[in-house]
């Protein structure tokens, strides 16, 4: 048998804070022996496990690896607003007149992911 992706791993500075944010952002939780100040903190969510690790390194360029995220229960702007609200910040937006496109996001530490469409919306644009 195949490998599987068992998690996704990011470099952080704060591991449990940036763990409380992606798990805010994916309706998910920490792991029960997550605390403030461990050097590891894992999130799971629907579809979805995230390691993040407390590095001494600042994160310095653009990610090569990113998330991109599908609403379920609302639009894609109506989750843009969510997360901003949760303290990510607006690095691109691409969004277009005809309701395509997507908004590159920043986490609090700077990590980079993308917001696209919900299934609802991609299926409105296929019917019209």
Same mark, same amino acid.
């Not at 490998?3 to 996704?8: F, K």
């Not at 605390?35 to 629907?46: K, M, Q, R, S, Y």
């Not at 609200?85 to 309701?99: E, M, Q, W, Y």
């Given at each position: 048998?195949?490998?599987?992706?068992?998690?996704?791993?990011?470099?952080?500075?704060?591991?449990?804070?940036?763990?409380?944010?992606?798990?805010?952002?994916?309706?998910?939780?920490?792991?029960?022996?997550?605390?403030?100040?461990?050097?590891?903190?894992?999130?799971?969510?629907?579809?979805?496990?995230?390691?993040?690790?407390? !590095?001494?390194? *600042?994160?310095?360029?653009? +990610?090569?690896?990113? $998330?991109?995220?599908?609403?379920?229960? @609302?639009? #894609?702007?109506?989750?843009?607003?969510?997360?901003?609200?949760?303290?990510?910040?607006?690095?691109?937006?691409?969004?277009?007149?005809?309701?395509?496109?997507? !908004?590159?996001? *920043?986490?609090?530490?700077? +990590?980079?992911?993308? $917001?696209?469409?919900?299934?609802?919306? @991609?299926? #409105?644009?296929?019917?019209?």
């Amino acid at each position: 048998m195949a490998s599987v992706v068992r998690h996704l791993t990011i470099d952080c500075s704060d591991a449990y804070r940036l763990g409380q944010f992606w798990a805010a952002v994916l309706d998910g939780s920490l792991a029960d022996d997550d605390f403030p100040g461990d050097p590891e903190a894992v999130v799971t969510a629907p579809g979805s496990n995230l390691l993040f690790i407390t !590095v001494p390194e *600042a994160k310095t360029v653009k +990610n090569r690896l990113h $998330v991109d995220l599908q609403p379920q229960d @609302r639009s #894609r702007d109506e989750e843009v607003e969510r997360i901003l609200a949760l303290g990510a910040t607006v690095v691109g937006d691409h969004r277009n007149p005809d309701g395509t496109g997507w !908004v590159t996001m *920043a986490d609090p530490e700077g +990590n980079e992911f993308c $917001v696209e469409r919900s299934a609802a919306e @991609r299926a #409105r644009a296929r019917a019209q």
